[in-house]
Nanobody, 128 residues
Framework: QLQFVESGGGLVQPGGSLNLSCTAS????????VGWFRQAPGKEREGILC???????NSANSVKGRFAISRDNNKNTVYLQMSSLTPEDTAVYYC??????????????????????WGQGTQVTVSS
């Protein structure tokens, strides 16, 4: 089965940091744009960061300056570094991929027609 496996979630205090990993299973993610998305209880799924094959990134205003995305194609893994966490960051975090070699900026829209291989997600809870 072609999908991502997210890991690294957990409970963290406000102001803390957490690093998530997203590893592709069953396919090589080299030629894919990969996005990180999150869904809080009762809210729509939102895109927060994405990174293209050319390592062009795009980030949502809600996480700009606090979160960063990176990728290691040799490890078939994309990372999400999160800092200055607030309770509003509490959500299930997912990653997904779009097969494209576009040289433009990736989209943060969680479009199921565009992004595929969704993982099961990892829970991040920010609470004191």
């Amino acid at each position: 089965q072609l999908q991502f496996v997210e890991s690294g979630g957990g409970l963290v205090q406000p102001g803390g940091s957490l690093n998530l990993s997203c590893t592709a299973s069953g396919f090589a993610m080299d030629y894919y744009t990969v996005g990180w998305f999150r869904q809080a209880p009762g809210k729509e799924r939102e895109g927060i960061l994405c990174i293209t094959y050319f390592r062009i990134t795009n980030s949502a205003n809600s996480v700009k300056g606090r979160f960063a995305i990176s990728r290691d194609n040799n490890k078939n893994t994309v990372y999400l570094q999160m800092s200055s966490l607030t309770p509003e960051d509490t959500a299930v975090y997912y990653c997904a991929a779009e097969r494209t070699l576009s040289t433009g900026v990736c989209t943060l829209e969680p479009d199921m027609e565009r992004y595929h291989h969704w993982g099961q997600g990892t829970q991040v809870t920010v609470s004191s």
